[in-house]
């Protein structure tokens, strides 16, 4: 079983329907008061025969392991991630995010959050040396996490292979690349590829890469943090799919008729 803690965690749980609850806890402090947030979670796990039970706030901070849980912990089975082969079925142009090592979960929260507000597909991560899709990295990501297709890897190095196979390009974020990302057409099938913090990309991550891709700093420091460039590349990827889709439907311009002059 896993804690999930927070209001909107729990009810974008909820929402997406991925997850089985096997109950929730409420403060005793806060079933008696009227808040719509709250409420419409007891009227989702009323929906859906969920128990609800009523608890201090010290059982509350013990199960959720902290303080801020807003007075509610849903108790859930284990989340069940995709296989890299599930996220080779989608739209055309598709945008993918593939996170090599990030081990915050701060941080991994932050960068699900910005793909599900950015459009993103799916998102592959690592089984080992990375962060888990805890329950902290879920209040990180504002419960985004929930509606994320994330397909977990043992070796990222070879699905960044398969997905190339599938004629999706592979584009890594590194501070040494020689390409602005501003200058990157995202239109196409894309893997955005984000390193570990402070390391970024492995070696052999790196050079399985199609291109290297540097965000421009104008200030003394000579990155962003990985949740931050993330942000930066999967919106600006955003920005271009949307541009090319919006040009698409635009009808095509009548062919301008010739003037004749004056003396025709």
């Known amino acids: 079983m896993e804690v999930l803690y927070g209001l909107h965690p729990v009810e974008e749980a909820l929402r997406s329907g991925n997850r089985k609850f096997d109950h929730v806890c409420v403060a005793r402090e806060r079933s008696d008061r009227h808040d719509p947030r709250l409420q419409r979670i007891l009227d989702a796990c009323r929906e859906?025969?969920?128990?609800?039970?009523?608890?201090?706030?010290?059982?509350?901070?013990?199960?959720a392991k902290t303080g801020t849980h807003q007075g509610i912990v849903a108790i859930v089975r284990d989340r069940e991630f995709l296989n890299l082969e599930d996220l080779f079925d989608g739209p055309e142009r598709r945008l993918l995010l593939a996170l090599d090592g990030?081990?915050?979960p701060q941080n991994l929260g932050a960068l699900l959050r910005t793909a599900d507000a950015s459009g993103v597909d799916g998102v592959v991560v690592t089984e080992r040396r990375a962060a888990p899709l805890s329950a902290v990295a879920v209040k990180a990501s504002a419960g985004a996490a929930e509606h994320v297709r994330i397909a977990r890897v043992v070796n990222l190095v070879r699905a960044l292979e398969q997905l190339k196979e599938k004629n999706i390009w592979c584009v890594g974020l590194d501070e040494r690349g020689e390409t602005s990302y501003e200058d990157y057409d995202f239109t196409s099938n894309t893997v955005i590829v984000l390193g570990r913090?402070?390391?970024?990309?492995?070696e052999l991550v790196r050079r399985t890469c199609d291109h290297l891709l540097s965000i421009p700093m104008a200030g003394k420091v000579s990155s962003l943090n990985v949740s931050a460039a993330g942000a930066v590349v999967m919106f600006e990827a955003a920005r271009q799919r949307r541009a090319k889709a919006v040009a698409a439907q635009k009808p095509a311009a009548a062919p301008r008729k010739e003037r004749k002059g004056l003396g025709s």
Do not use: C, F, P, Q
């Not at 859906?48 to 199960?63: A, C, G, K, Y």
């Open 48 to 63: 859906n025969n969920i128990r609800v039970r009523s608890e201090s706030r010290d059982e509350l901070t013990r199960l």
């Open 102 to 104: 990030v081990e915050d």
């Open 197 to 202: 913090e402070g390391d970024g990309l492995h």
